[in-house]
């Protein structure tokens, strides 16, 4: 009688114990649990605008950058100075900096809990903040196609929705990005403190035209982070980037050499 106890015990443990399986394999894991993700559900908080700083502080912060820079090196657009900027460590960036003035926060982070590729490939995942895809390969205007390319660099450019403009959509650019473009092509460089001097020349670019009253006649643009995959690549974006207000229209490169017919 003893025994049967035992087996019915037993029988009931592995009973509960398939059962949780199965409701743990149903749920939804999170995007920090996976390697890559192919679909990832925005229920993550929504990127905000950041409020603007104080001129004088951007200067004084757009000063020590330029100084740790030429400490770094005094050529140019060298290639020896891109590859000790690959090498820089997250851990040396100044933790007492607002992430947006942090040059760490603009590229892949090294600080995950598990490393990224430890993890498994998801096919569903949530805590994105956002929904990424990609820019139109064309534009039509004046009865003409422009071609818009995607270059050759660690930059890429997307279409993301956001409630920070009227339109709803935003252009987001994604810098040091680890991956290339095109299949078989090599992970072009990046320079994080090059991306921050451009990210302080921005916000110091919006902050002047909201003090003069233009930002109603020019884009937003704004530093945010973003949580989000790339569309049919699944990579996981989880660092800051450029938002842009999208303003429909063509650049004028496009307009002087990408028109088809010319």
């Known amino acids: 009688m003893v025994v049967c106890w035992k087996q019915l015990l037993l029988l009931l443990w592995l009973f509960l114990a398939v059962e949780a399986a199965g409701a743990a394999s149903d749920e939804v894991p999170h995007i920090s649990h996976c390697n890559f993700c192919q679909q990832c559900d925005v229920d993550a908080a ?3 605008r950041h409020r603007s700083r104080n001129l004088q502080e ?3 912060e757009m000063q020590a950058l330029l100084h740790h820079l030429q400490s770094q090196d005094h050529s140019h657009h060298t290639p020896s100075r891109t590859r000790r900027l690959r090498q820089l460590d997250p851990a040396t960036d100044d933790p007492k900096k607002p992430p947006e003035l942090r040059w760490s926060s603009y590229m892949a982070t090294a600080n ?3 490393p990224k590729q430890l993890l498994p490939n998801c096919t569903r995942c949530h805590g994105c903040n956002t929904e990424l895809s990609f820019m ?16 050759a660099t660690s930059n890429w450019l997307f279409r993301a929705s956001t409630a920070r403009v009227p339109s709803g959509q ?3 650019k994604v810098y040091c990005m680890p991956i290339p473009k ?5 992970v072009p460089s990046c320079s994080p403190l090059t991306v921050l001097r451009t990210m302080m020349l921005m916000m110091a670019l919006e902050r002047i035209s ?4 233009l930002d109603d006649i020019l884009p937003n643009v704004w530093v945010d982070r973003i949580e989000a995959v790339v569309p049919g690549i699944g990579f996981h974006i989880r660092w800051y980037g450029l938002w842009m207000e999208l ?3 063509i650049s004028l490169e496009n307009f002087l050499h990408k028109g088809d017919p010319k």
């Open 136 to 151: 139109a390969a064309d534009s039509h205007y004046f009865n003409r196609t422009y071609t818009n390319e995607r270059g």
């Open 247 to 249: 303003i429909p229209g």
């Open 170 to 172: 935003a252009v987001v």
């Open 112 to 114: 995950d809990v598990v």
């Open 46 to 48: 929504p990127p905000v």
């Open 182 to 186: 095109r299949p078989g092509a090599r």
């Open 58 to 60: 951007m200067q004084s």
């Open 210 to 213: 909201l003090d003069c009253g």
